[in-house]
């Protein structure tokens, strides 16, 4: 069954809720098990590291989450912001992550968002939205909400005629994403024993 959602802006006293939502949302995520493969610890790491990548989002993009109790979040770079730098990450909080990772944890991280990085320049190097993160909270998955909350930025893009951008790395996100109109341009594993991954762009419509 699918519920109607109404979505809004992700406020600043929201983030530590929107950190709590995606933590659960990305716990098993096949890059953050990849990233940070002790589960003991994983929860509170991927709590923090997506409350700062929603600080992220929400300084220099967009970030839509659900009216009321913060259920998900869409996490959105325009175009010309898309590509993170080192001193937007510092404003944000998300170069403390080699503390928080431990070396070998931000080693596969760095070298993940790299190679991803590359891809994404290589492949959309035109004007585009960037989706960061889109996550839901576990007991409201499949019920809409994230098609609701990518929808508005989906209807600004085609309004401006400009393509967006994702990576995913779980096989039942891509179903999900060919919905809303998505195609996948690569479908690959990470080098060094990393997770399988997708990467979509999707065409104004």
Same mark, same amino acid.
């Given at each position: 069954?699918?519920?109607?959602?109404?979505?809004?802006?992700?406020?600043?006293?929201?983030?530590?809720?929107?950190?709590?939502?995606?933590?659960?949302? +990305? +716990?098993?995520?096949?890059?953050?098990?990849? !990233?940070?493969?002790?589960?003991? $610890?994983?929860?509170?790491?991927?709590?923090?590291?997506?409350?700062?990548?929603?600080?992220?989002?929400?300084?220099?993009?967009?970030?839509?989450?659900?009216?009321?109790?913060?259920?998900?979040?869409?996490?959105?770079?325009?175009?010309?912001?898309?590509?993170?730098?080192?001193?937007?990450?510092?404003?944000?909080?998300?170069? +403390?992550?080699?503390? $928080? +990772?431990?070396?070998?944890?931000?080693?596969?991280?760095?070298?993940?968002?790299?190679?991803?990085?590359?891809?994404?320049?290589?492949?959309?190097?035109?004007?585009?939205?960037?989706?960061? !993160?889109?996550?839901?909270?576990?007991?409201?998955?499949?019920?809409?909400?994230?098609?609701?909350? !990518?929808?508005?930025?989906?209807?600004?893009?085609?309004?401006?005629?400009?393509?967006?951008?994702?990576?995913?790395?779980?096989?039942?996100?891509?179903?999900?994403?060919?919905?809303?109109?998505?195609?996948?341009?690569?479908?690959?594993?990470?080098?060094?024993?990393?997770?399988?991954?997708?990467?979509?762009?999707?065409?104004?419509?």
């Amino acid at each position: 069954m699918t519920t109607a959602m109404q979505t809004t802006r992700l406020t600043s006293s929201q983030l530590p809720e929107a950190g709590a939502v995606l933590g659960r949302a +990305f +716990f098993d995520d096949p890059l953050l098990t990849y !990233i940070l493969p002790d589960e003991s $610890k994983r929860g509170p790491q991927v709590r923090w590291f997506m409350e700062h990548g929603a600080k992220y989002g929400q300084t220099h993009g967009e970030v839509y989450t659900t009216v009321g109790k913060v259920e998900g979040n869409a996490v959105w770079l325009p175009p010309g912001e898309v590509k993170m730098t080192m001193a937007r990450m510092a404003r944000a909080g998300l170069l +403390f992550a080699p503390f $928080k +990772f431990g070396v070998g944890g931000f080693n596969r991280f760095l070298g993940a968002v790299n190679y991803l990085e590359h891809l994404h320049e290589r492949d959309l190097p035109q004007r585009h939205w960037y989706l960061l !993160i889109l996550g839901v909270d576990p007991p409201r998955q499949g019920q809409g909400v994230g098609g609701a909350l !990518i929808q508005p930025v989906l209807a600004r893009a085609d309004a401006e005629g400009l393509p967006c951008y994702l990576e995913t790395m779980k096989t039942r996100n891509v179903p999900f994403y060919q919905k809303h109109g998505f195609e996948v341009v690569v479908e690959d594993d990470l080098p060094k024993g990393g997770c399988h991954f997708w990467t979509m762009k999707r065409m104004p419509r």
